[in-house]
């Protein structure tokens, strides 16, 4: 047993239907930096979806069942930043007619992190011990970006991989066109955006696209492959663990499914 921090993780529903690696690589990291990490079989969606879509009532019930899900721990981290940035910046705000519950989900809400920023703005993580052979590229999601200030610490961490070499995405910082329900909503604004982004990644020359979320990894890769374009797509802590030689995001694995 570690005498590290005692970490939940938050898995994500898209990380836990879709690329359970990720959720393995996460662990590692926080093991890796010292960290006790559990995962919470009780926990359940963060209630994102409902939340944009304006369910309050479903949203709410939601949160309860993560507060309590997640009470007692020192830190709670995602590997993403939408999910982090809704129990962290969208909770509390639920509960602003609930003094006892807006409480809880403050106290929650200042122990919750995104992946990388936890390694990095929490524990000082400098530098991990993998390599990673080629040149990469890095989208930044909107939550992250602009909820949660990750922009740098997945450079830092990258730039210093042995055999990594990063080049910047144009308007790395533009929406890929997901936004969760938006891409439902407005499926032809969402294209429009999503083929705006593959343009940019594709002029970067990189043979891989990393970012920090799983649904602007899952639409980038899908239009990527549409569109027929030789770019592999990682979720950022796969190749932070040294885990980027599997199957890329989309990719036929050994069963013959993908993922």
């Excluded at 969760?180 to 429009?192: L, W």
């Excluded at 891989?208 to 979720?235: E, I, P, S």
Aim: with cysteine; aromatic share 6%.
């Amino acid at each position: 047993m570690s005498d590290g921090p005692r970490v939940a993780m938050f898995v994500t529903c898209l990380v836990d239907l879709f690329r359970p690696s990720v959720g393995f690589a996460a662990v590692k990291l926080m093991q890796d930096a010292g960290c006790s990490v559990e995962v919470p079989e009780a926990q359940t969606c963060c209630g994102q979806p409902a939340f944009n879509s304006g369910d309050r009532k479903d949203t709410i019930a939601v949160a309860r069942q993560v507060i309590a899900a997640f009470a007692g721990f020192d830190y709670v981290v995602a590997p993403s930043g939408s999910c982090a940035g809704m129990i962290s910046k969208h909770y509390p705000e639920l509960f602003a007619d609930d003094p006892g519950w807006k409480a809880r989900a403050e106290e929650l809400a200042g122990r919750t992190h995104e992946l990388v920023s936890f390694l990095t703005d929490v524990l000082g993580i400098a530098s991990v011990d993998a390599t990673f052979q080629g040149t990469v590229t890095y989208h930044d999601s909107c939550s992250g970006l602009r909820e949660l200030g990750i922009h740098a610490q997945p450079r830092g961490l990258l730039t210093g991989m042995e055999g990594l070499h990063l080049r910047e995405l144009e308007d790395a910082n533009v929406c890929c066109g997901f936004g969760g329900t938006f891409c439902v909503k407005y499926p032809d604004i969402s294209n429009n955006m999503v083929s705006d982004k593959i343009a940019r990644i594709v002029e970067t020359g990189a043979e891989t696209l990393l970012a920090g979320d799983m649904g602007c990894l899952m639409n980038m890769a899908g239009k990527l492959q549409r569109d027929g374009a030789n770019v592999r797509v990682r979720h950022v802590a796969e190749v932070l663990a040294g885990m980027g030689d599997a199957p890329a995001i989309g990719e036929p694995q050994d069963s013959g499914e993908r993922t």
